[in-house]
Structure formats: C-alpha cells, structure tokens
C-alpha cells in the first residue's frame, strides 16, 4: 500500500531507520516507548549508530529544541510545538509521534469546525438506537485510542480549534482520564499515553488557549533557519523535488537566485541587513522559508516555460513583491525602503534591483 | 612539586610543601565552587595570614571591607596619579573566592596581604606596552586570554603613549596593567586590567558592536586585533583540560566538574590538590602558555609569599589556579629580585568604588569574564536544593511582572530541567537546563521573558556599595588638573566666558564645557551671544554651584576621566534616548564636545531608530538637525564622515516614504508637512553637495507630489511646484499648468486658496515677474463664487500678507493697471518677444551698468579698471 501512497507515513518511510535505531538503543525507555528519549533526539537530529546505520536528519535546527520537546513527552507532559508556517511544526511531531509509539496516525486536524466528537468520542447512531449507549456503539475519537493504547495523540492546528472544544483537553491533559457519562464509565489513559500539539503563532488570536489549557502544555518554539546556509540548502532541496513532482524541466544555475531570495527574505524577517549593518522594517507578511521555497518554483515554471530556461533575477522579482507586500500601504513602502537603501546599494545586485523596479515597486 | 625548605636557603623552591604550614588554594576566579572551597579550607586550617593575589597597594585599604557599607560586588580601582586615565579594576563579587578570603580574614581577625605586582609597576608597564606599539603587537602576553577583555574593550584601549613611562623593562615579558587577577586557567579572566576606565554597565549592550572604536581623543594603542591576534597564541588551559575530558564548551565542563561538585567534603583541600596537579601538568607541557608576563608577576608572587612565610609562619594563600604551580617552582631570591629590578613605576592609588553585576557579565564587553554572576550567586548562597529554589525566584520575578505562574508551573519546571540535565548527561542540572525548562514551562516558548529573567536573575542587577571613607574618585582628580590646565577655575560668581573657537585653549575650554553638560555637571550655560555670531564664537554663563561637586562625584559611576565618562555617559544617553530626535540632539552634542568615541554608537542608535521608525514626519523633523551638525562638524574639523552617511540614508528613507505619507492629510496635517518639506528641501540642499543622486531623488518626490491629484492636499502640491520652479527644475509653463490645473473651476475654491498660500508663501516677486502666473490666479479669484469668497479670503490674506510691502503694492498695482497686452511688459518694450511675464529684449544700456560690480564681487580680471573707466 506504501508503494502507491503519494506521502507514506513517516513510521513507514523511516522503518529501517526506526528498527536499527531501537536495536542499537540500551538506554532506559519510558513505558511504552519504542526507544530512549535520547534514540528519539538522534532519530530526528541524525547521527550514525555503531552498526554503521546513517540516520538522516529529519529536522535541522537546534538540538536544545528537540531536546527539550523529547524530554517533555518524557515528563508526561503535553507538548506545544509553537512556529510561523513553515518550520517544520507537523513534520517534527510527526515524527516524534513515529519514533515514540511507532504510529503517527493518532491524528485531529484542527479547523474551525472541529467538533468536540472528533477529539473524545462519537456515536454510531445505529448501533445506539438498536441497542442503547454501550461500549459497542461508542466510536472512539484518535485521542481516546491513544489513551486506551498508551500512545502518542497529535492535533494539529489547536488554535484553529473552537475555545470550547479545546478545553474538552484539560481534564485529559490534567486528569488523565476521559469519563464517558452516557455510560457511567471513564478510560483511563495508559502508560505512555501523551499529546503533541501545533500551533502558529503568527495567528494566535484565532482561538487563543485558555490559560487552565496552557498551563497542561510545554512550549517549545520551532525557530526559522539559523543560518543562510541552513535555509538555501532547505530551500534548494525543497525545491529540486518539489520541481521534479511538477514536472519542471531542471533549471542549471539556480543557486545564486535561490541565495538572494533566501537572504531577501531572512533580511526583512530579522530586520537587520545580513552584514549587520543597516535596519530595515518588517513587512506584514511571514516569509517563511515555505514562502522561499514557492517564490523560487513560482520562478523557475517561469523561466522554464517563458524564460531561456535559467532562473534570473526577473524571474523571482514579482513573486518576491507578492510574498512581501502583502499590505498594499504599509508594506509597500517597506519593500521600497529596503530596495532604495538596501539592494540599490549592494554590488551584483544591479539586475534584481532593476527586475523589482519594473515590477512596479 | 618543590623540594626545598623555606626560605632561609637562597636556592629552593618557595614553598616547602609543608602541609601544616603552607597552603595555595588555586582557584578559578569568579568561581562559587573555588569560593565555597576556600571557605571551608581557611575554616579548617586555620592560617596566621591571607594571601591574595592582587596589588599589594591595596593592603591600605583592605581594612574597609570590615565596613558593613563595603558590599560587593565591588572593585579596587587603581589609577595613576596625575592621569586617572590609566587605571586597572579588580572586580569582586560576593561569590569570588578572593572576596571569601578577604572577609574571613577580617572575621577572623587574621591579616591580608596582596602578593601581586604592585598597580604602580603594573600601570606604568601597561602604558610603556601601549607605546610601543610593536612590541604590544609582536608580544602575546595580554594579560587575558578573551577578546571580551580588556584589550577588546573599546573604551579600554587608550592610553596616550607619550605618557606611558619611558624607561625600558628588563625583558620582553612587561606585565599587563592589573594583569589577571582572571587567570587564564578558566578561560575567562575576571580582571580587567583596564587603561582608561569607563565603567560600561550603563550601557551594557554597546560593548560588542562597539569594539574597536579608539576612545575619544587618545591614541588608540591596542586594537582588538591585536587582542584577538595574542589570544589566539595563548593557551586556554581550561579549554585544554575540557578537550581532555571530552567537552566541547570549557564552561560547561568547568560546571560538571567542579562548580556543581564539590558539596560533600571529606578533605577541605583535596579540589586544590586536584586542581593544582592538572594545572601542573598544563604547565608542564605548555610553559607559561603565551603569558609572558606572569614570569615577573609571580617571581613577585614568590618574594612577597616568602616574606609572608617568614613574619607569619602559617600561609595560606588565594590565587589563580594557573600560579599555583609557579608560586611552587623552585626558584631562588636573586633571580627573582633580578627579574623584578628596574621595573618601570607611576605613582598609583588604590580605591573601592561600587560594582555591579553587570559588569562583571561578559557581554558588557567590560566583565570579569563571566555570563552569569546571578546564577554564580545563586549557586554560592543556596544553601540547598539549587534549581527549586532557582525557578522559585524565576516564579517571583514573573509574578511581579503580572505574568501568572503557579507553583505547578515551578514543580514542571523543575522536573523538565532535572530530565533535561538527564538526557544530556550531566551530573546536575546546570543553568542551560533551567533556561530550557523555565522558557518551555513559564514563558510559552516566547524570547521575551527569558531575556528578562537573563537580565534580572542571570545577570543580576546587584549594585554594591562602597563607605564614604573610601577615596575619592579619579574623575574629580581629572576634573581639577583639566581646569587648572586650561586656566579656567571654579568660581561661585556668576561670569561671563566668551571663547574664540580657532585659539587651541579656547576650543579645549568649550569641550570641557560642553563635555560637563552632557554628564549633568552644567557649571556652564550657552550664552546669548551665541546665537548671532559665526560659528568659531562661543559665550557660556559660568558659575560653580557647591551642588556641582557631588554631581561629578556622581558622574564618577561613568569614567575616571571627564572626556571618557561623557563618552560613556552619552553612548547611554543615546541607547535610552527617547525619540529619533533625541538621538540628533544627543549627536550635535557629541561633535560639540568633541567625543568620537561615542559618535560610533551614537550614530548606530540613529540609523536604527530612523530605519524602524515609521512616522516620516518624525524622520523629516530630524534631518535639518542632523545636516546642520554634518557641516557644522565640518567647520570644526571633526570627522563627520559617519554622520554624513546617516543623513543620506536618512534622507533616502524621507524620499521613499514622504509621497504616501502626503496623501489624505487634514488641514493641520498639511500645514505640519509642509513645514517638513521646506525643512527637508533646504537639508537636502545643503547635504547633497557631494551626492547629487539624492538631490535627483528629492526633485522626483517633489515633482511626483507637484503632479499629484486632489488626494493630496493643495497646500502640499502647490509647495512642492514652488520649491521645484526655485530649483529651476520646473519650467515656468509647465509652472503655469499646474497652477492653472489647481485653480480650474472644478477644484474647490478653500482647496485652490491651499494651493496658492503653498505656492506663494515666502516670497511673491514671482508674480511680479510673471504676468501670466498673476493672471491665473487674479482669474481665478474673481471666478470665486460669493458664498465661497468669505471662506477663501483668510487664507488669501495670510498668503499675500506674508510678502514685502513693495511686493504687495507692486502686485496691486500690476492688478489694477489690468492685463498687458502681447505678453505684458515690465520694463520697455523692444521688437522681440521676451520670456513670458518679461519685456521683450535686452535693455543692453541697464545690463551694462550691473557688470563693473558684479566682476568685483566675482573677482574677475580687469575689475578695477572697468570701475575706473566707469568713474571716469
């Protein structure tokens, strides 16, 4: 079945990875973990074991992070993986969950309309009018079935999430258990039993949890590339195999365009020109290194199908302005503030300078 | 170790290894595991004597710490008499090991002793280092190994060579000034041998950005070069023994092995043994390790501990773990003496003065070398228990900030830390792991708070206190030899001082001035004659209030000198100042008083304010301010080359932002802009001479206003077509258009009335001049609606009453004469047309009588025969 799915699951894509890394791990598990807190920090960090297994990064950032997040699952307290779009928030606790209970699928996709069923439990409403409430017309929600199995829940989104439904987490998260009043009972969570959360913080406002429901949680923020060199190779990476599943024919000699949006964009996210020495302001907009990466495939269709086939400045520039002006006043003079005082002046920069102008800065 | 007894025989080591008799308790400096480990060995062993390493002068005034007024942290400053400049700190916190002795020893009635070198050899040697340059560069001995040190220091860099005394050391190895009390053995030297001193705290953060800046004035001596250059041949011995034992950060080992040990004690003296021995081995294998100076500092180390041995009997002394092995090594009296002969001297004196926390932190860029004294406190005084009680405090400091946390929050916080530290391997959980915990548990994840907790509880803002028996400050002792200097003595009598600018004392005298003010010492106020005369004349209003005294007494907290404690104080001032134009003022201020080391950061301050600041008009209310101290810094002479490049930017950023910023204004709002854009039009005049793009700039953002529909308001559009058409960067026709386009019928009349008052104000010869701008708006005024009329009539007449009375009666009389014919005339008509509003031709007689004049004024050849030929 892996072979068909478009995106197999991480437990899946990671198998061997996941075995070699329980065979080699001597160290003391919490119950129920499939490995040690520290084989869980080397899963995602990478590493090589003594056998000789290369485990691959799955997640480049700093190790204080991960631990600290694999550590909080290990304290048996909930865990909140804080992030602007595009830091790797769900791809980080999915793969906590996989390396932690070996199933990443105990999954609630937080919308505005997720029900409270979707996180406890439903009816199947046939069996419920045939037979009345029992055990068997009860349809258990991901986290009561990571409770019974002492595994990991995720919800995704938990901002999204209505105030009321969200708080239907505190008496799990605080008590553990999760009563069942139809039936006079409660599940009592096992063992091992934990829940990873994800939010984006760049619109807290949305549901804003409530302080009862944060207390239950660790934060950990996932930060944005440190380094340049961090983000184009993300970014170059992403966009190799983001192209070939586009079918875009390979564009040579990307690098360099790719390293300007990359430090176009770090540089208005941080304020600050890369060299230290000029401030600029921040435009509304996240730029994120998920933006990057759709500047430069948006860049490269054009230049693929319009261009002569290599990435230029031009090809970049209007999706660059997209990404940045997203409020049409106030990032607008942003973006020429940044262009007049700071790409204007910069060496080699002359073409971008001029592709920006014309796309009507 | 030694072999031979003490120290009767002329050859043998110092120390005979006598146990009961002798005791070197190496430490780290700024340690609390070396500090509670004194502790515990001068209870056990009892010594007759205290020795520490630190500069004998201050046995006269160790007597001060018995004072319950002298709380650390606090430093003995040591400074050269005659020239405050050059002076050394020692640094102690209450967690220093040295301090532990000092206060022990005075409990206990025993006496202290500092073995060091004296400041007054240390002081002289370090200014005769900073003077010759070469050898400074070619000798790795820096007292410290971190470029954070002294050397990196930006304020730390100036002593003026010709100073520095000029006899010649005995050899290569001239020890630093106050060179390490920070030892290298941790890495991270506490001392901070410091030549010129400006206590940085108040400004902690510009240490970093700023290094290198070459204080104000003096010859900057060392670079942080030079530093970073020496650092990297001298050996870190802790980063050789944390490599040893697998760790990557010697901090991190240094707190595993010994700071977070060390609790359970059988033998008080046994981490001294260990210690010692490793450190034995380092010096084995690595020699002196680059410092090059610790050969006299400890042959100095050894004569002193000799004496100490013989009037005393029973030793113990408290040192850098690095001498231990040193102060063990055999050595004899006569080399020694040899060593130490023909050291070059000062006359130095030694003080207490209050110390904080934050300056002994690392990133003040003036610190003892260590990140956290708050955390070092913490670990020296709690008595158990270490990371409960440390999230109890960071609990507290939250909660008085009104960030709710409750003991679950601390209980979590604890435990998260506790399996952090597991995770990591560590013995304990340090304060990384706190940090961790106490952001993923108390902050939500967010920067903000921890860098609040790092401030308050890492760092600390502990402030010490010295007695009012201490010595006076250096910067009263500068202040005194500068006004004696310059002739210009304290008096209570009011008077006036008026200063000529191009006389060397005069100039000196207005930055003593002006360098006062800034630090809050106004003994002068600008006079009023200052306003009308040229810029090279000066008035001030002296008078010496008794209250001034305590103020510079104050000011003390700044520097020892007044040009380096305005320096720091203004680099504060400027990092606290409210607005951007706070920042300009504080800029005019320092070229004023002369004060480039500060400029740097004062300008930083600028250009980031400017950058985030989003209110053009704020940007716009800067710039005169900041263009006039460009030329004025110009006039002076002073280097105004920073400045210059944060007015263009400046400016650069007003042309982008200016345009949006017109639209949509009320009636006041446009009044208020306008004002700015005269003000930016005539800083851009003045600034652009060398940069004529900006001034290309400016004239599109003008034209681009001039152009603008009826979004913007008239008064706005009409100014920017005047400044445009005095430029010359607008034709007359064009000029003419748009005035016509603003006064068609469709424009409402009060808009129109705006756009003649923008156009017109400041000067109305242009209607006189040109019939066919008169013709507009005369038409366009008897076009005005009654019902209209009364509202336009006001704006009317404060347009035209601001013009010359000759204008205003010339312009009526044009009005009332009516509209010329052919293209109006002024003067006589001749046969071709002329330009418009002008006669037609030349009147070759009247052009000819201007051009004798004119060739004088221009100082043309064959000027003064034209006027002769003119007389006759």
């Known amino acids: ?361 | 170790m030694s072999t031979g007894t003490l120290p009767g025989p002329p050859r043998g080591s110092v120390a005979g290894d006598d146990a009961e008799r002798l005791w070197l308790l190496g430490v780290r400096h700024h340690g609390p595991g070396s500090a509670r480990a004194v502790r515990a060995a001068l209870d056990s062993r009892r010594p007759d004597v205290v020795l520490i390493e630190g500069p004998p002068e201050a046995d006269a005034v160790v007597g001060l710490a018995a004072d319950p007024e002298l709380r650390p942290p606090v430093a003995l400053l040591a400074h050269a008499v005659g020239d405050p400049a050059r002076a050394a700190f020692w640094p102690f916190a209450r967690f220093s090991p040295e301090w532990v002795a000092i206060r022990w020893a005075t409990d206990h009635g025993v006496p202290v002793r500092f073995i060091d070198l004296p400041a007054a050899n240390s002081l002289a040697l370090h200014a005769e280092r900073d003077a010759r340059q070469e050898l400074a560069e070619a000798d790795p001995a820096e007292a410290d190994a971190e470029p954070a040190e002294a050397d990196a220091d930006p304020a730390g860099e100036s002593v003026p060579p010709e100073e520095g005394a000029q006899r010649d050391t005995p050899e290569g190895g001239t020890p630093e000034a106050g060179a390490e009390f920070g030892v290298p053995e941790d890495g991270t030297p506490d001392i901070v041998p410091r030549t010129d001193g400006t206590p940085e705290d108040g400004t902690p953060e510009d240490g970093a950005p700023e290094a290198g800046a070459p204080e104000a004035g003096a010859p900057c001596a060392h670079t942080p070069q030079d530093a970073e250059d020496s650092a990297a041949v001298r050996v870190d011995p802790l980063a050789v023994l944390a490599r040893a034992a697998g760790y990557d950060d010697p901090e991190r080992w240094w707190e595993d092995a010994v700071e977070h040990r060390g609790r359970e004690g059988d033998d008080p003296l046994a981490p001294f043994t260990a210690l010692a021995s490793a450190m034995e081995a380092l010096r084995e294998r690595y020699g002196d390790g680059g410092h090059r100076d610790d050969a006299i500092r400890e042959a100095h180390m050894r004569l002193r501990l000799r004496e100490a041995v013989k009037e005393f009997g029973r030793v113990a002394v408290v040192c850098g773990a690095w001498h231990v092995p040193a102060l063990r090594a055999d050595a004899t009296v006569t080399a020694d003496r040899r060593l130490l002969r023909g050291l070059p001297k000062v006359r130095a004196e030694l003080t207490w003065v209050p110390w904080t926390h934050r300056r002994l932190a690392r990133r003040s860029g003036y610190g003892a070398g260590i990140d956290s004294p708050g955390w070092y406190d913490h670990l020296f005084s709690a008595p158990d228990r270490v990371v409960p009680r440390w999230m109890t405090a960071v609990a507290g400091l939250l909660r008085a900030q009104d960030h709710p946390v409750s003991s679950a929050h601390v209980i979590e916080a604890v435990r998260l830390a506790e399996t952090l530290a597991a995770l990591r391997g560590r013995p304990l959980a340090g304060l990384g792991e706190a940090h961790d915990a106490v952001r993923a548990v108390m902050c939500d994840g967010s920067d903000v708070l921890p860098a609040l907790i790092h401030d308050r509880l890492v760092v600390g803002e502990d402030l010490g206190t010295v007695p009012d028996s201490a010595p006076a400050v250096p910067l009263a002792r500068d202040l005194v030899r500068t006004q004696r200097t310059l002739r210009l003595k304290p008096e209570a009598a009011d008077r006036q001082l008026d200063l000529d600018l191009r006389s060397d004392n005069d100039a000196a005298r207005s930055r003593l001035l002006h360098r006062l003010g800034l630090l809050g010492v106004e003994w002068g106020r600008p006079g009023e004659a200052r306003q009308g005369t040229g810029t090279f004349r000066e008035s001030w209003q002296l008078c010496w209030e008794p209250e001034l005294s305590v103020r510079v007494a104050e000011a003390g907290v700044w520097g020892t000198t007044v040009e380096s404690a305005a320096t720091a104080r203004a680099r504060d001032a400027a990092e606290t100042a409210a607005g951007l134009d706070g920042v300009t003022a504080i800029a005019e201020r320092c070229l004023l008083a002369d004060l480039p080391g500060a400029l740097p950061t004062v300008m930083r301050v600028l250009a980031d304010r400017a950058a985030l600041d989003t209110d053009v008009s704020r940007l716009a209310g800067a710039l005169p301010a900041l263009v006039r101290s460009v030329r004025y810094g110009d006039v002076r002479g002073t280097d105004a080359g920073a400045l210059r490049e944060v007015a263009e930017g400046l400016a650069t950023r007003i042309c982008v932002g200016l345009p949006p910023a017109c639209a949509g204004l009320g009636e006041d709002g446009a009044r208020e802009m306008r004002g700015h854009l005269d003000g930016v039009h005539a800083a851009v005049a003045l600034l652009a001479g060398a940069h004529e793009p900006l001034r290309g700039r400016w004239a599109g953002v003008l034209r681009s206003l001039a152009g603008r529909d009826a979004t913007t308001p008239g008064l706005i559009r009409g100014r920017a077509a005047r400044l445009l058409l005095d430029d010359a960067r607008l034709e007359t026709a064009e000029a003419a258009r748009l005035m016509g386009l603003a006064l068609s019928p469709g424009t409402a009349p009060r808009e129109a009335a705006a756009w003649v008052e923008g156009f017109l104000s400041g000067g109305g010869m242009l209607l006189v001049h040109d019939e066919r701008l008169l013709a507009l708006v005369d038409g366009w005024l008897t076009g005005v609606p009654e019902e209209a009329f009364t509202d336009v009539l006001p704006l009317i007449r404060r347009t035209f009453a601001e013009f010359d009375s000759g204008v205003r009666r010339t312009v009526g009389e044009l009005v009332r004469r009516g509209p010329s014919t052919a293209g109006g005339t002024v003067g006589g008509g001749g046969g071709e047309p002329g330009a418009a509003g002008f006669g037609a031709g030349l009147d070759p007689g009247r052009a000819d009588a201007v051009l004798p004049t004119l060739r004088l004024l221009l100082g043309l050849p064959g000027a003064a025969r034209d006027l002769e030929g003119d007389r006759a």
Not at chain 1, 87 to 110: N, P, R, Y
Not at chain 1, 137 to 157: D, K, N, Q, S, T
Not at chain 1, 188 to 199: P, Q
Not at chain 1, 278 to 299: F, H, N, Y
């Open chain 1, 1 to 361: 079945m892996t072979e068909q799915a478009l995106r197999p699951h991480a437990e899946d894509a990671f198998a061997e990875e996941l075995k070699a890394l329980a065979a080699a791990d001597d160290r003391p598990r919490p119950a129920r973990w499939n490995m040690s807190p520290w084989a869980v920090a080397t899963y995602l960090l990478g590493g090589a074991l003594p056998d000789g297994t290369v485990i691959t990064p799955k997640y480049v950032g700093p190790r204080r992070i991960v631990e600290v997040a694999v550590t909080t699952l290990a304290t048996d307290r909930a865990l909140l993986l804080l992030g602007v779009p595009g830091t790797a928030k769900t791809w980080v606790s999915e793969h906590l969950a996989a390396a932690i209970s070996g199933d990443s699928t105990l999954l609630v996709q937080g919308t505005a309309g997720t029900p409270e069923e979707a996180i406890r439990y439903g009816w199947n409403y046939a069996q419920l009018l045939a037979h009345g409430p029992s055990r068997d017309a009860l349809v258990p929600g991901p986290v009561l079935r990571a409770m019974a199995g002492g595994g990991i829940a995720r919800v995704e989104e938990l901002t999204r999430v209505p105030a009321d439904v969200q708080d239907s987490l505190i008496t799990i998260l605080s008590e553990k258990t999760l009563p069942i009043p139809e039936l006079g009972e409660e599940v009592m969570a096992v063992r091992g039993f934990n829940l990873i959360a994800t939010a984006n913080d760049r619109d807290r406002g949305v549901n804003e949890l409530s302080s009862a429901l944060r207390r239950r949680f660790n934060t950990v923020v996932l930060p944005l590339p440190s380094s340049v060199e961090d983000e184009v190779d993300i970014v170059a990476r992403r966009v190799e195999q983001l192209g070939r599943a586009l079918d875009l024919p390979p564009v040579p000699h990307g690098a360099d365009e790719i390293r300007r949006v990359v430090t176009v964009f770090r540089e208005l996210r941080d304020g600050i020109t890369a060299d230290g020495r000029i401030k600029v302001k921040s435009p509304s907009g996240t730029l994120s290194t998920a933006e990057a990466i759709s500047v430069v495939t948006g860049g490269l269709a054009l230049a693929a199908h319009f261009g002569d086939g290599r990435l230029r400045a031009a090809d970049v520039a209007a999706g660059i302005l997209g990404a940045v002006v997203r409020d049409p006043a106030a990032d607008r003079v942003v973006w020429r503030e940044y262009l007049e005082s700071v790409v204007r002046e910069r060496s080699g920069w002359k073409d971008f300078y001029r592709a920006c102008r014309e796309v009507g800065a």
